[in-house]
């Protein structure tokens, strides 16, 4: 049975850093490519980060040297390292697993919210 499991959420003030966790089981976590997806309220969930299962990543324009993404295969965890966060950066944070045409796992979503 495959679990992602995501930890790390809270409550900061603006110009404050959290760091994101995903823990992976039931997964050959080598294989996978791997993300963080984030939905505000109102909003559609968007893309925040990616890293490819070659070590390719993606970011999105709004979180551009602020945020980093990276996968410890030893520990079968994803993470995403937050810094100098904003106000808008307050949403529900989601980790995703997947192999293209293949699988796609999310976690269950941990809230972030940056407020003073």
């Known amino acids: 049975q495959v679990q992602l499991v995501e930890s790390g959420g809270g409550l900061v003030q603006p110009g404050g850093s959290l760091r994101l966790s995903c823990a992976a089981s039931?997964?050959?976590?080598?294989?996978?490519?791997m993300g963080w997806y984030r939905q505000a309220p109102g909003n559609q969930r968007e893309l925040v980060a990616t890293i490819s299962s070659g070590g390719r990543f993606v970011y999105a324009d709004s979180v551009k040297g602020r945020f980093t993404i990276s996968r410890d295969s030893a520990k079968n965890t994803l993470y995403l390292q937050m810094n100098s966060l904003k106000p808008d950066d307050t949403a529900v944070y989601y980790c995703r697993m997947w192999k293209p045409l293949n699988t796609d796992y999310w976690g269950q979503g941990t809230q972030v919210t940056v407020s003073s």
């Open positions: 039931g997964i050959i976590f080598r294989l996978y490519n």
